[in-house]
């Protein structure tokens, strides 16, 4: 498991059961393969490291662990439309925008 707190950590069967309110499956994915120790050795790679929202959350480390890839499309469409609306503004900002003070002279 990845969190905020711990990073990934393993958590036991007794930990989940008495905090079993507390968690809840947002989507489950079918392993894609059939190199199953593999994604285990992976996961386990992992231990210990610190998540991040934007270098390794749950969407990289689940990735890594299926595919050993680590990649979250998440953070690439956010990235995306940022750069989309940057680039608008800087659009904008050099071509559109209200009267100057040059064209009101001239007009």
Do not use: P
Request: include cysteine; charged fraction near 25%.
């Amino acid at each position: 498991m990845a969190n905020l707190e711990q990073g990934v950590s393993w958590l036991d069967e007794n930990y989940l059961r008495t905090r079993a309110d507390e968690f809840f499956f947002k989507r489950l994915r079918r392993f894609e393969g059939n190199q199953r120790q593999a994604a285990l050795r992976r996961a386990e790679s992992r231990e210990g490291d610190a998540y991040s929202l934007t270098n390794f959350n749950c969407e990289h480390f689940a990735n890594y662990v299926q595919e050993g890839v680590e990649v979250s499309q998440q953070v690439r469409n956010v990235g995306a439309g940022l750069g989309i609306g940057l680039g608008l503004l800087l659009l904008a900002a050099i071509f559109g925008g209200g009267d100057s003070d040059e064209r009101r002279r001239y007009s």
